[in-house]
Nanobody, 116 residues
Framework: EVQLVESGGGLVQPGGSLRLSCAAS????????MSWVRQAPGKGLQWISA????????IYTDSVKGRFTISRDNAKNTLYLQMDSLKPEDTAVYYC?????????WGQGVQVTVSS
């Protein structure tokens, strides 16, 4: 059974940091491009970052560039998102996504709330 389980979310003050994790199982993690996608209250899905299979190439949407860092540990089948200098507009449910050709897997999401 394919599973992606996010963790590490919570409530943080503006300017604070959080580190999200996504534990993968049921598929060959190292073969998949991994992404983080978020959904703010009342809004649609927003792709924010992706990392290639080896971890050597990363890309970010402009609004998080310089503040967020995506990484992966293929030995642990885990994806990470280090989020620094958080802003209220980063408040959202964060999802991890695994993609390989027609295969597309999603986690259940984790809530991140940035508020004073």
């Amino acid at each position: 059974e394919v599973q992606l389980v996010e963790s590490g979310g919570g409530l943080v003050q503006p300017g604070g940091s959080l580190r999200l994790s996504c534990a993968a199982s049921g598929f060959t993690f190292s073969n998949y491009v991994m992404s983080w996608v978020r959904q703010a209250p009342g809004k649609g899905l927003q792709w924010i970052s992706a990392i290639d299979q080896s971890g050597g190439t990363t890309i970010y949407t402009d609004s998080v560039k310089g503040r967020f860092t995506i990484s992966r540990d293929n030995a642990k089948n885990t994806l990470y998102l280090q989020m620094d200098s958080l802003k209220p507009e980063d408040t959202a449910v964060y999802y991890c996504n695994a993609r390989l050709l027609s295969r597309d897997y999603w986690g259940q999401g984790v809530q991140v709330t940035v508020s004073s």
